[in-house]
Nanobody, 118 residues
């Protein structure tokens, strides 16, 4: 079955950086677009970044453009999210899924918590 395992979150000060990882399985990763989402307490889950399977097409939420970078390793079935210049408003649980314009699968991983605070 489809599985996503996110990792790399933590507590970081404003202006700091984190790199999230998501190991995916249960589908053909190398030909599937991948994406990152986040959900803050009391808010709906939102798309943060997405990347086509060939890596040449990416899209980002306006709030993270220029600060976050999505990348992937098709040999490891892993997608990454490099987050720089973190702000308190980036605090959320971060999840990955397949798809470029919305989640392809109903199943979600446990997520990884990112907390930006001084």
């Amino acid at each position: 079955q489809v599985q996503f395992v996110e990792s790399g979150g933590g507590l970081v000060q404003p202006g700091g950086s984190l790199r999230l990882s998501c190991a995916a399985s249960g589908f053909t990763f190398s030909v599937t677009a991948m994406s990152w989402y986040r959900q803050a307490p009391g808010k709906e889950r939102e798309l943060v970044a997405a990347m086509a399977y060939f890596g040449g097409c990416t899209r980002y939420a306006d709030s993270v453009k220029g600060r976050f970078t999505i990348s992937r390793d098709n040999t490891e079935n892993t997608v990454y999210l490099q987050m720089n210049s973190l702000k308190p408003e980036d605090t959320a649980a971060y999840y990955c899924n397949a798809g470029l314009f919305g989640p392809k699968y109903d199943s979600w991983g446990q997520g990884t918590q990112v907390t930006v605070s001084s």
